[in-house]
């Protein structure tokens, strides 16, 4: 079935650093892949998506491109601020008539001044 | 345009109470979804509905009750609530098979 694997945190970074998320995922057929964000005592927002091979998903500064040969989309920042602090889920719906988004388990990120 | 609505906010019960949660869309979302969210579980899907009049099972639905009995809502029901029910509750819509759009949560506490 549908699965997916995203880094454990939680990721601690200073404001300005580089930020990399890693997510990989197993699916059948030619998913479509998201990056939700989670901020603090909110539901879960839309960072950004992707929905074929080699398509660069990108909002607010983040990024994550669609990798099938390694089956991974990691989400990357170049400089974070301190307002980035959340949590980052990772997620994939295998397309057509399914209707069903598969989660990553969630990765905290905390930026501190 | 509110997007999705839930209520209430929070709750706490006491184990074997009922309660249900509403959810409310305003931007005639045919598919709408209900999801749990527990610590290092990420979110799973209890049930779903796919149009009015429509319910179907997700991952994690025994203990719960769904209606959809108009397109823009799509009711939660716990009939005997169990601790292990605590969790946050997420209701989402979306266009068919497109974007999930989410509500804000709603606490739910069974003691």
């Known amino acids: 079935g549908d699965s997916v694997t995203q880094m454990e945190g939680p990721v601690t970074l200073s404001e300005e650093a580089c930020l990399t998320i890693?997510?990989?995922?197993?699916?059948?057929?030619?998913?479509?892949l998201f990056w939700y964000v989670q901020y603090p005592g909110e539901g879960l927002q839309l960072l950004l998506k992707?929905?074929?091979?080699?398509d660069k998903g990108s909002n607010k500064g983040f990024e994550a491109t669609y990798r099938k040969e390694t089956t991974s989309f990691h989400l990357e920042k170049g400089s974070v601020q301190v307002s980035d602090s959340a949590v980052y889920f990772c997620?994939?719906?295998?397309?057509?008539?399914?209707?069903?988004?598969?989660f990553g388990k969630g990765t905290l990120l905390t930026v501190n001044p | 345009n509110a997007g999705v609505t839930q209520t209430p906010k929070f709750r706490v019960l006491k184990t074997g109470q009922s309660m249900t949660l509403l959810c409310a869309q305003d931007?005639?979302?045919?598919?709408m979804y209900w999801y749990r969210q527990d610590p290092g579980m990420g979110l799973r899907l209890i049930h779903y509905?796919?149009?009015?009049?429509?319910?179907a099972k997700g991952e994690v639905p025994d203990g719960y009750n769904v209606s959809r009995l108009k397109k823009q809502n799509f009711l939660l029901g716990l009939e005997s609530a169990a601790p292990s029910q605590t969790s946050v509750y997420f209701c989402?819509?979306?266009?068919?098979?497109?974007?999930?759009?989410f509500g804000p949560g709603t606490r739910l506490t069974v003691l």
């Open positions: 989402a819509s979306s266009r068919f098979t497109d974007t999930q759009y």
């Open positions: 890693n997510c990989t995922y197993t699916a059948t057929g030619y998913p479509s």
């Open positions: 992707a929905t074929k091979a080699d």
């Open positions: 997620a994939l719906n295998s397309g057509g008539s399914n209707y069903k988004l598969t």
């Open positions: 931007m005639n979302h045919e598919y």
């Open positions: 509905s796919v149009g009015e009049g429509t319910t």
